[in-house]
Nanobody
Framework: QVQLVESGGGLVQPGGSLRLSCAASGSDFSRYAMGWYRQGPGKQREWVASITSGVGTTNYADSVKGRFTISRDNAKNTVYLQMNSLKPEDTAVYYC?????????WGQGTQVTVSS
């Protein structure tokens, strides 16, 4: 089973960019489907983006499509979320998860605040 640690969050102005990283420890990282979720103030956690194992097919929530890019580097056991054209409504704690065989592991989250 993997353990996940997110990093890269912070304060950014509207229109700015951030890149989040999620580093995984453990074996067989490449066999896990990876995802990013977020939970804004007073909101439920929502799915943002995901990338499959193998060929790395990506999918995005409509709210971030065209602005966010998920990618993975299996050699570094890391998944990334490049976030461009950030909006105040993107403010949230961002979590990554790893899924395999019905088992899901979550990281501890990283705060992203978009404000002028």
């Amino acid at each position: 089973q993997v353990q996940l640690v997110e990093s890269g969050g912070g304060l950014v102005q509207p229109g700015g960019s951030l890149r989040l990283s999620c580093a995984a420890s453990g074996s067989d990282f490449s066999r896990y489907a990876m995802g990013w979720y977020r939970q804004g103030p007073g909101k439920q956690r929502e799915w943002v983006a995901s990338i499959t194992s193998g060929v790395g097919t990506t999918n995005y929530a409509d709210s971030v499509k065209g602005r966010f890019t998920i990618s993975r580097d299996n050699a570094k056991n890391t998944v990334y979320l490049q976030m461009n054209s950030l909006k105040p409504e993107d403010t949230a704690v961002y979590y990554c998860n790893a899924a395999r065989w019905g088992s899901v592991t979550w990281g501890q989250g990283t705060q992203v605040t978009v404000s002028s």
